[in-house]
């Protein structure tokens, strides 16, 4: 079964700093996506980044990063010059490539970000 | 993105009563849809998997009988709470992956406190 797992219950930074926070997982599969969502205080779920893991090219989102190391099965977020607005939960999840293949996400890093 | 709604967004309900909980997609069909359940400061957890024109899947723990989940067309599954008790109070999200994109989107959640 796959697992992900977030180390960092919570974290703050600073407004126009930037922060990276941690995620690694465990699977046996070769090919499969992972992701990070945001929930921010209304609590609707966000997608921030997605990776497929057969692309060796780091994703990409505008001030939101990704570093991903497939042998070392990490997938850390790197979010640059923090807002305000960046202040929720962010939450790991793996997601193997066949359709209809559930979400298995991490226990979540609640990120404040202050002024 | 596609959009997945939910209703009601909150409800509060007598001990012993039971709920229904609508989730729809938008603008998109969903063959599949996911409900989950999340406690304040935790992780999702799924519920199940709702399947158009067959059963659910129930993951490990949670009671079939408890939580009647339907998936009559392909854009609505609906989630009753039977013969709800307060521990049942908790935020209710589901999702919904459109075809061929890779994304699951989330609906805004549904808070139900029993009384």
């Known amino acids: 079964a796959q697992t992900v797992t977030q180390s960092q219950p919570e974290m703050s930074v600073q407004e126009a700093e930037t922060v990276t926070l941690s995620c690694t997982y465990d699977?046996?599969?070769?090919?499969?996506?992972l992701f990070w969502y945001k929930q921010p205080p209304s609590r609707q779920m966000i997608l921030v980044i997605r990776?497929?893991?057969?692309?060796?090219q780091n994703a990409t989102e505008n001030r939101f990063s990704v570093n991903f190391q497939k042998a070392a099965k990490s997938f850390s977020l790197k979010i640059s010059d923090s807002q305000l607005g960046d202040t929720a939960m962010y939450f790991c999840?793996?997601?193997?490539?066949?359709?209809?293949?559930?979400?298995?996400f991490g226990a979540g890093t609640i990120l404040r970000v202050k002024s | 993105g596609a959009v997945v709604s939910q209703h009601p967004s909150w409800v509060i309900c007598k001990s012993g009563t039971s709920v229904k909980i609508e989730c729809r997609s938008l603008?998109?069909?969903?063959?599949?849809m996911f409900w989950y359940r999340q406690f304040p400061k935790q992780s999702l957890m799924l519920m199940a998997t709702s399947n158009e024109g067959s059963k659910a899947t129930y993951e490990q723990g949670v009671e079939k009988d408890k939580f009647l989940i339907n998936h009559a067309s392909l854009t609505l599954s609906t989630l009753t709470v039977t013969s709800a008790h307060p521990e049942d109070s908790s935020f209710y999200i589901c999702?919904?992956?459109?075809?061929?994109?890779?994304?699951?989107?989330f609906g805004p959640g549904t808070r139900l406190l029993v009384l």
């Open positions: 999702s919904a992956r459109p075809p061929p994109e890779e994304t699951q989107y």
């Open positions: 990776q497929e893991a057969y692309k060796q």
């Open positions: 999840a793996f997601r193997r490539m066949e359709y209809g293949n559930k979400l298995v």
């Open positions: 603008d998109f069909q969903a063959t599949t």
């Open positions: 699977t046996s599969e070769s090919n499969y996506y």
